[in-house]
């Protein structure tokens, strides 16, 4: 059995799409830095991450797709037409110097984890988990669908069943779309509600294949942890999984600029810890997260979890230096835990009687299924 691997790669180190789009910070390379200063991060358990060729990409993609997006990296510019047809240099998913290669080595990432968890083991790649991205066209800052590319892989090595987790504030349309009324794929997406892409309502269960709970804003750690053990666990257990995806999206937390939900860190340590007891292979990937802080600290803390690390009350004077180092062009000098500690303080509160409610018509619906 493999045990536990990250996977990482130069690519991300100085890649942004633009210095005011959202991913202009460094997030991938800060997790990197961050883990190694702490000591979490050995040779040994550090993989670098291949580049996807463009015969796996078509396992999903259009071929066509494909070789549009490789053209707009290498003229980089596109014309009207493949701008409206594939949706590339938009606002949104603008032309830029790695517009193919970096989600093409998001895509290697999690075949390579795929392969590296085959007999069994947990594995962690923060570069992947581009949840919005359709078979002809970029959505949503996603080029490719990694998370779809790494299932089906998954899938063709033999396994019967996988359990696909998203707790990214923003709903997995990519990914829906891609597995709606498989079998051998349950999806579970808890994101906030009245936000793009303005999909995964409740009664939406794509053929059967899904389990979508939006959440109101301000959704905090107690009301998760409700979630997490009266929905999430109980729809992954009785799927009785061979391996589960965890899309690990750090935008569900409170610093976030680009949703108004109120998690901790603590929620996506709670739902690695959790669901590695339901399979034997876990694969954990990034998301959205935009704030620098914020996702460096999570993905961080969900691999010292998959890997066994105690968290230390305040970082050690090394990984304090990389986090004061990261820079975000918002103006405005973060909060001083956020510079010093890994974990948030627990955000507790309130569960609303309409989560409540959610919740238990989802019950209902996966005990019907069961």
């Not at 895509?107 to 988990?129: K, M, Q, R, S, T």
């Not at 002809?136 to 490719?144: K, N």
């Not at 999806?187 to 303005?198: D, G, L, N, Y």
Request: proline share 6%; charged share 20%.
């Amino acid at each position: 059995m493999l045990g536990q691997c990250f996977i990482g790669s130069p690519i991300y180190r100085g890649s942004v799409y633009g210095a005011r789009h959202p991913l202009s910070i460094q997030r991938v390379p800060a997790v990197m830095d961050l883990a190694r200063a702490l000591g979490w991060l050995p040779n040994g358990r550090y993989r670098t991450s291949p580049r996807a060729k463009p015969a796996a990409l078509t396992r999903f993609h259009t071929a066509d797709y494909v070789a549009a997006l490789q053209a707009a990296e290498a003229a980089q510019s596109v014309d009207e037409a493949v701008r409206v047809r594939h949706g590339l240099g938009t606002l949104s998913n603008p032309i830029f110097a790695e517009m193919f290669c970096r989600p093409a080595t998001a895509v290697g990432g999690g075949l390579l984890a795929a392969g590296l968890v085959a007999e069994g083991g947990f594995v962690h790649n923060p570069g992947g988990g581009q949840h919005h991205g359709l078979p002809d066209r970029a959505a949503g800052f996603c080029y490719l669908n990694e998370p779809i590319l790494t299932i089906e892989r998954l899938l063709e090595m033999g396994l019967s069943r996988v359990a696909y987790v998203d707790i990214d504030a923003h709903h997995c349309d990519g990914v829906e779309a891609g597995f709606a009324g498989r079998e051998d794929v349950r999806m579970i997406s808890v994101h906030e509600a009245r936000r793009w892409p303005f999909t995964g309502a409740l009664e939406d269960t794509a053929g059967g294949a899904a389990f979508n709970l939006p959440v109101a804003r301000g959704f905090n750690d107690t009301e998760f942890a409700l979630v997490l053990e009266e929905l999430i666990l109980p729809a992954v257990a009785n799927f009785r999984p061979d391996a589960i995806y965890l899309q690990c999206g750090a935008d569900a937390l409170a610093e976030d600029p680009l949703a108004r939900l109120d998690l901790s860190n603590r929620c996506h340590v709670a739902a690695v810890r959790a669901l590695r007891a339901l399979a034997p292979r876990l694969i954990v990937s990034g998301g959205g997260g935009y704030n620098p802080w914020s996702v460096a600290r999570c993905w961080t803390a969900v691999w010292g979890e998959i890997a066994g690390f105690e968290v230390p009350e305040r970082v050690p004077q090394a990984a304090e230096a990389v986090l004061r180092r990261l820079v975000w062009h918002r103006k405005g000098t973060p909060d001083p835990a956020l510079l010093t500690t890994l974990l948030d303080a627990p955000r507790e509160g309130m569960v609303s009687a309409d989560l409540k409610a959610d919740v238990a018509t989802l019950k209902a619906r996966l005990h019907s299924v069961v």
